[in-house]
């Protein structure tokens, strides 16, 4: 299949294979003493290493990059096992419904047209779940404003703070005075900012005395999810400030 200069001898290749095949092998070099002998390769792996996970992507169609990264997501996640399994069987949509019930052959009786969509999103009790979600009480509410204000105060680099709450239940558990929540992850975390290198006052102070985070916070009703930054105070909040300069 090479000719006498040591290049592929397409004469012979044209009269034995499709023009598909004959593309492929321009792109490969022949064979030749000076690079070695030929040996197998593992297209799919640079270290040319088999592997059994990246031959199931393989043979399954998957996208190598793409695939991967979800199905490490998923076993990766925080989670019971139980819940890693069933988000891999929903991915895979082998999930018994009655879509893959009747596909199975194990029942041919299909009128109700259960699906992966209607299980997880269409039903009534799914969409009662997907309702839930995103909300929860005012003391979470609060809770999870004072670890975004840590965070945010982190980043912009301080190591000084006042940090005024006008919620006492939660800064009685910022304090370590109330066990409500005890071991709830967003006290872990918010105990995990407040223990770093910086020096921190959790104080209680009026409603009334906190007027300007108040009226930033029904600003967010108008902005679209995700962070806002301003370079200076929105015109309406002005006169929140004056009035916090005034001694209660």
Not at 86 to 93: G, N, P, T, V
Not at 173 to 197: F, H, K, M, V, Y
Not at 204 to 227: F, P, Q, S, Y
């Amino acid at each position: 299949m090479v000719d006498q200069t040591g290049c592929w001898d397409w004469s012979c290749l044209t009269q034995l294979l499709s023009t598909a095949l004959l593309l492929r092998i321009a792109c490969i070099l022949p064979p030749h003493a000076a690079l070695g002998s030929n040996r197998p390769r593992w297209r799919w792996d640079d270290t040319d290493n088999f592997r059994i996970a990246l031959a199931y992507l393989a043979l399954s169609g998957s996208d190598l990059n793409n695939g991967s990264r979800i199905w490490r997501h998923i076993w990766r996640v925080q989670v019971r096992h139980r819940v890693r399994v069933f988000l891999w069987m929903a991915m895979h949509e082998r999930l018994l419904t009655n879509v893959e019930i009747c596909r199975r052959h194990l029942d041919v009786d299909n009128q109700y047209k259960e699906d992966l969509t209607h299980v997880l999103r269409d039903c009534v009790c799914a969409r009662e779940v997907w309702s839930q979600l995103g909300s929860c009480s005012v003391l979470m509410d609060e809770l999870w404003a004072a670890h975004d204000a840590l965070v945010y105060a982190w980043r912009l680099g301080f190591c000084q703070i006042d940090f005024e709450l006008d919620n006492k239940t939660v800064v009685h558990i910022l304090c370590g005075d109330s066990d409500a929540l005890t071991g709830n992850t967003i006290i872990l975390r918010i105990q995990e900012l407040l223990d770093r290198d910086w020096d921190i006052c959790v104080v209680h102070v009026d409603r009334l005395g906190n007027v300007v985070a108040d009226g930033l916070a029904k600003m967010v009703r108008r902005h679209a999810i995700g962070e806002v930054f301003h370079e200076k105070p929105p015109p309406h909040i002005v006169p929140f400030l004056l009035v916090d300069q005034c001694p209660m």
